[in-house]
């Protein structure tokens, strides 16, 4: 069956089985890898993609369903020139990355929590990332990387709104 | 020493990058035009004769190209190392649920699941051992071959330490312990399950790409069941989605079963492991049962220690005898006592197979020696940090095995700082003051010390090479033949690579290890990686560096202590600094070889094997780390609410990456200390996929305080000694003292689940097949 939505910014039209999942269809028929299978039950979070605006598991979404809605995937996250955005440069920085494989589940759940705010506390970063497992980094980078961007893009809010008046 | 420019100082990972971005290309995101998908039968039987394997009707199945057995095999497959007892696939009999019989390629994932749905297997049961205490019964149902010496064929080995004579020492001690603790298999739960990708080559040969530990160990092995002289099999690291110690024998495994089908079918065969496969099929942290006596003086000397431990292996040997050898020698903890025995047995069962995991024995017996010494502490009326600073290894000490410690002894500071930073004295006072019985949550605080041996010791010749040379574009090509496995292996190697040199670290390319390009290093194990491989990149940069000192005088006319850096640059007595590049350009105009190739081998030291005497490693790492908990006493729930972490890893070299390892291990270790939990009921295993197979959450695991103590040792790379298993190593028994001290109950037995600490009993569970025999069909 024909299924069309936007996919990291732009409109696809994918013809697909009906009874595959999303993540199926992302890796499989759509050659984007960065979301990886890790247990294919909607437990440990790397298959996490942001579907309008919300992270969910793809391997729990059917593809059909992705029908007309906005997913933006790991390989729709970089900054304008292509390189890392500040959130994915923080993740090297605190050294929030090891083996690598959950990493661009937990960088979408980073975004999908600073579209939601720019003030999270550290427990509120925990409970964002609590659908993703990692089983290398004891998460603490991870939330560092991710508390480190919501100050700067806060600064960075707050510098655009102020500009108008000085 | 000039001061350092990279070691020890903020540095961005050299594959972070491609991570981030989710470039990274891991096996199960490899896919070749052509490719067929593989798939194993595997056994639903936990001990059983192969009395029919017919793949006639697997090859009538509509897309599928091939399937292959033992047969298919030299020697039917059969490898091992140290103990040679397994096969590629199983040969006459199965010893575990899971364990691998046959191997399909076909078209689609879906072919070949019904293709192997189509294999005739029929297997006759066999009296089946689970019970590890049995194992060496009389009457034991056999699971190993029969030995030549005679003994029992259930019986793997026996490892010993001997000093002086600890059961007379025991009587005469006034004070006295002897209990019992046990802990049980842990899952490694990387999040990449297992795979590999088999491309056959032109010349009859293949390549195997395969995220595992040890390439050279890997290519070893298939030259051997494959028959096929070294030069033809080629082994290349893909980047590998977490191993712990996990992704040894059974991806070697998977590698000869892709390997064998590509030679069969003239085309690239990819097999990549479901959630539930990988944790049936997976070997385990083995379980331990431990039997601990101590005796003290009064005053809180320590005198005896009688540790008695059994390690089931399981079905198979892989690395147990290692492992209990790691165990034997860390099993008294790091104190000095008058005597002291340990033997550690390991058997066979047929509860799937145990190998290795992080800590490799030293996790399983520090949870139980920690726990013993809070015990022995408590009698005796002494806090546990005054005990243990009483009684701990200090530098000039002699070891249970009589080794004197001359170096890298930072244990002593370990403790105070974590206890200062803790706010140990406070909290542990405050927490034992008398509670109303009504109070619903307690609170607790429990320290554990640790020693772990570095690299592999007395294991094994221990050495690791790496090769480096300069490229057309004044990039530096570093390799290794040691695999990073998400450790940070490659930061660090690049690193000193840059130190050496004195070039920055993005002007190097640390390869990923490709047995074709790199030198073999021994296996990537042990937390060696730092130490040795470090050596290693240190030496080769080194060598570099002096033909490159050597083009430089020459082009400033001047002697070779006469140069000094400026950044990467030159400069001579007329300070006018040369480029790096324009030094290369004239080494290359001089002749001089751009490339340089370093290997280090550790110190030879020996082990008594007979006596249980001798040197086990070269140095050791120390660590304290505590756990404060909150305990729910309605409910048994644990929740860790502050930790605290010291460690003395000699030099840190890549700092941002070990504070990762600590951060990682103690998370491994709340897993293992509070909800990791592997049940085999009948050898089937309950938990088969992450809704019951529990690992920490980002809300699990707390704020983490963690602090180095840097004792250099003078044969490590700047004096890093290393990071890797010690972190995980002493989370558990420090979360296990925090919640005696809690709740004023012991909970001897690991993972310290809901039942146990709120009965202090398990509950009786159902369990059986259906779990695991659906987990093979999905």
Known sequence: MLIEFTLNHKPVMVDAPPDITLLELLRDHLGLTGAKEGCAVGECGACAVILDGRLVNSCLVLAPQAGGSDIVTIEGIHAPDGGPNDLQENFITYGAVQCGICIPGMVLAGEALLLKTLTPTRAE?????????????????????????????????????????? | MTELKYIGKPARRVDALEKVTGKAKYIADRKLPGMLYARCLRSETPHGRIVQLDTAPALAVPGVQAVITSEDFFEHGLYGFPVKDKYMLAYQKVRYVGEAIAAVAADTPEAALAGVQAIIC???????????????????????????????????????????????????????????????????????????????????????????????????????????????????????????????????????????????????????????????????????????????????????????????????ASEATFTAWRASIHAMGAYKYNACDVDIACVYTNNSYSGAFRGFGNTEVCSAIEQAIDELADAVGMDPMDFRLKNCLRLGDETAHGQVLTESVGLPECIQTARRLSDWDRKRAEYS????????????????????????????????????????????????????????????????????????????????????????SGPTVASRSTMLGGNAARIAAGNLRQTLDFAAADLLGCELHQLIRADEAYVGPTEEPVAWEQVVDHARAMGLALSAHGKWTAPQITWNHHAGRGTPYMAYHFATQVAEVEVDMRTGVVQVIGFWAVHDPGKVIFPQGAYGQLYGGI??????ALMEQITYTNGYLQETNFESYLIPTSVDVPEITAQFVEAPFSAGPYGAKNIAEPAMVPAAPAILNAIAHATGRRVRDLPANLERVLLGKDLTKGGSAKACKLGLKT
Request: hydrophobic share 35%.
């Open chain 2, 667 to 672: 998370a491994q270790g709340l897993g293992y």
């Open chain 2, 433 to 520: 003051a008398p509670r109303t019985t009504q109070h619903a949550l307690r609170r607790g605080i429990g320290v554990a010390a640790l020693y772990h041996g570095t690299s592999l010791g007395a294991e094994g010749s221990d050495y690791a090479s790496s090769t480096i040379s300069v490229e057309q574009n004044y990039s530096v090509d570093l390799t290794s033949g040691l695999t990073d496995y998400g450790q940070g292996s490659r930061t660090v190697f690049t690193l000193i690579a840059a130190e050496e040199l004195g070039v920055r670290p993005d002007r190097i390319h640390m390869q990923r290890p490709d047995t074709d390009t790199a030198v073999e």
């Open chain 2, 122 to 316: 029929e297997l006759e049961p066999l009296p089946a051992v689970f019970d590890p205490d049995h194992a060496l019964d009389p009457d034991a149902p056999q699971i190993g071959p029969d030995r030549p010496d005679g003994k029992h064929p259930n019986f793997l080995d026996l490892l010993i330490v001997r000093k002086a004579d600890p059961l007379a020492e025991w009587e005469r001690s006034p004070v006295k312990l002897d209990q019992r603790y046990s802990v049980g298999p842990q899952e490694h739960a990387y999040i990449e399950p297992e795979g590999a990708l088999a491309v056959p080559t032109r010349e009859g040969g293949v390549i195997v790409y395969a995220p595992n530990q040890s390439p050279f160990v890997n290519q070893g092995n298939l030259a051997m069941v494959l028959d096929l002289p070294h030069n033809l099999v080629r082994v290349i690291q893909p980047p590998v989605g977490g191993s712990f110690g996990g992704k040894d024998d059974l991806v070697y495994e998977t590698s000869a079963q892709v390997a064998k089908l590509a030679l069969v079918t003239g085309k690239p065969i990819r097999m990549v492991f479901s959630r539930e496969e990988s944790l049936i099929a997976s070997y385990k942290r083995d379980a331990m049962r431990m039997r601990i006596r101590l005796g003290a003086d009064p005053d809180g000397t320590l005198r005896a220690c009688k540790f008695e431990g059994l390690l089931d292996s399981g079905a198979y």
């Open chain 1, 125 to 166: 970063i925990r409970t964002a990332l609590a659908g993703n497992l990692c089983r290398c980094t004891g998460y603490q980078q991870i939330v560092d990387a991710i508390e480190a961007t919501a100050q700067q893009r806060r600064r960075q809010e707050t510098g655009v709104r102020r500009s108008p008046g000085t």
